[in-house]
């Protein structure tokens, strides 16, 4: 049986710095108990906080995100194959820093996504499931979200709001201002405290 474990990570200046992961209780009370001590506090206050499972009651629960890595990315692709995509550029620009210890637990190999080509021309993915540890799971969670929104979550909602109150001929420069003010209340927040759960960014948290 596969251990349920949680990471927190920081995406800063182009670079993803992860911390030790977090093994978790595997009976579900404890869990949600751990769970609920921090995560709820942290989606309040406009963290993503992303949770792989089949039936999205702990991500209800405690207010998350239920994300499978099956589940398909807005391009009609995959999710794992675009974590994994991401998860190669970053790792060629040098930009992911591993845990002091069990960096290796967090390497994903190149053999797990084959792809071909059908008939039509579309592609086929062949992804070797059985491979993933929840060791790769949280590293593809985490290269996924640097790039993931959740149009769903309030902060993402108060953000639209906010931009739409604007000027109509600034729309967009205004939502980018919003995003970055409201990112920078966020770090300044949470950077005279010790920071618990799961972060995957300025604004993201991980599970």
């Known amino acids: ?15 993803l710095i992860l911390e030790d992961r977090k093994i978790l209780p595997p009976k579900r009370k404890a869990m949600l108990d751990e769970l609920s001590k921090d995560i709820p506090k942290m989606v309040r206050a ?15 629960y405690i207010g998350a995100l239920r994300l499978r890595l099956s ?13 994994v995509d991401r998860y190669n550029e970053l790792k ?6 591993y845990p002091s210890r069990g960096k290796n637990l967090y390497e ?10 059908n008939p039509a021309g579309e592609p086929v993915y062949r992804v070797d499931w059985e491979s993933l540890t929840p060791e790769h799971i949280l590293m593809l969670l985490v290269v996924y979200s640097t790039m ?14 906010s931009a ?29 405290s010790a920071l ?10 991980i599970l």
Do not use: C, W
């Open 164 to 192: 739409v109150a604007d000027e109509p001929s600034s729309l967009f420069t205004s939502f980018l201002n919003i995003i970055s003010a409201y990112d920078k209340k966020i770090e300044n927040e949470t950077a005279k």
């Open 148 to 161: 993931f929104n959740n149009v769903a979550s309030d902060a993402y909602i108060n953000a639209m709001q």
């Open 71 to 83: 589940d398909k990315h807005h391009d009609g692709r995959p999710v794992i194959v675009v974590a």
């Open 46 to 60: 406009g963290f993503k906080v992303l949770v792989d499972e089949i039936s999205g009651e702990i991500a209800q």
């Open 196 to 205: 618990t759960g799961t972060r995957i960014d300025e604004n993201t948290v």
């Open 1 to 15: 049986m596969k251990k349920p474990v949680m990471v927190r990570a920081v995406f800063n200046n182009g670079d």
């Open 108 to 117: 994903i190999s190149q053999s797990l996504i084959d792809v071909e080509f």
């Open 92 to 97: 060629r620009q040098g930009s992911i820093i």
